[in-house]
């Protein structure tokens, strides 16, 4: 049952590829949008030993690549999207630490059967560049840093089967029946270690699989005044055979760009999370950054 359901969806995927072969070259750039746009932001403050209002020494260094490149001809559309970002901070006394880590990639395939509405299938894959850790002390006092993940531990794929809502450009909603994951934990020592979190992932195997689940995504991209640009995303994923309130997944992210000259911006993004195979509580990191951008062609 399960081979046949994934052999069905990735047939699926294939024709609606062929569709976009059939109607016009994927290779004729008439019909491609394609933008990029980059962030390096750095930041660092310095105190004197006589500096009474106290303050610690650091350095902090962010970088963010985002990409896209969209195909539409008549009723076919293919969007992908590649987004990388990293940071690091280092505070005076304490070991250099990450603020930001994630690689994400999406790909879409949509056929138009309303004018606002797509038949599309879509693979996304998000995890992290490097090691993370959590951080204690031992009775000596003395800094431990447990690694609590790392590349692919976890790493997330998801292929996703169903309906887009697209009323305007800067606007879509994504409503998938069908979505099967893959949980990913490659670092044996995360999947073994009592202590540390296994992302759902069975000790033993390298791999959970999730073949029944819903997915749910909506997304915000518009210019909300001048120089001023505002990006939501919600990510709601739910798996039909361990369906209840408190096992749905949910992710939330905000970043509000506001560009200051063609090559200075300065963002705040914030990031939600609930996802009971990480945490029972809710995860929230935020960050705010002043440095340089580049972009190049569409948004």
């Known amino acids: 049952m399960k081979l046949t359901l994934t052999t069905l969806f990735f047939f699926f995927l294939a024709h609606l590829n062929l569709w976009a072969q059939d109607e016009g070259s994927a290779s004729d750039t008439t019909y491609w949008t394609k933008g990029m746009a980059i962030n390096i932001n750095f930041n660092q403050a310095a105190f004197s030993d006589n500096w009474k209002a106290g303050g610690v020494n650091s350095i902090a260094f962010g970088g963010l690549l985002n990409a896209k490149a969209s195909y539409l001809k008549n009723k076919t559309s293919w969007d992908n999207e590649v987004e990388f970002q990293y940071g690091v901070v280092n505070n005076e006394g304490q070991s250099t630490r990450k603020s930001a880590d994630r690689i994400f990639l999406d790909s879409k395939v949509g056929y138009s059967i309303s004018k606002k509405w797509?038949?599309?299938?879509?693979?996304?894959?998000?995890?992290?560049?490097?090691e993370g850790f959590e951080y204690s002390e031992d009775a000596a006092g003395n800094e431990v840093a447990t690694v609590i993940s790392n590349f692919m531990a976890p790493g997330f794929l998801t292929a996703s089967l169903g309906f887009e809502y697209k009323p305007v450009d800067f606007f879509y909603m994504r409503i998938s029946p069908f979505s099967p994951r893959l949980t990913f934990v490659t670092d044996n020592n995360i999947l073994n270690d009592p202590e540390t979190s296994n992302y759902g992932v069975e000790p033993g195997s390298n791999v959970r699989t999730e073949w029944l689940a819903f997915q749910f995504l909506a997304d915000l991209n518009k210019d909300i005044a001048d120089n001023l640009n505002l990006k939501l995303r919600y990510l709601a994923f739910a798996n039909?055979?361990?369906?209840?309130?408190?096992?749905?997944?949910h992710r939330l992210d905000?970043?509000?760009?506001?560009?200051?000259?063609k090559y200075i911006s300065?963002?705040?993004t914030v990031n939600l999370l609930y996802d009971s195979d990480q945490d029972d509580d809710i995860q929230f990191a935020q960050a705010l950054a002043l440095g340089f951008q580049y972009k190049l062609g569409a948004k």
Do not use: C, W
């Open 118 to 130: 797509n038949l599309y299938g879509s693979i996304n894959f998000l995890t992290q560049f490097t």
């Open 240 to 249: 039909y055979e361990e369906f209840s309130g408190d096992t749905i997944d």
């Open 266 to 268: 300065t963002s705040l």
């Open 254 to 261: 905000a970043i509000v760009t506001a560009s200051v000259t």
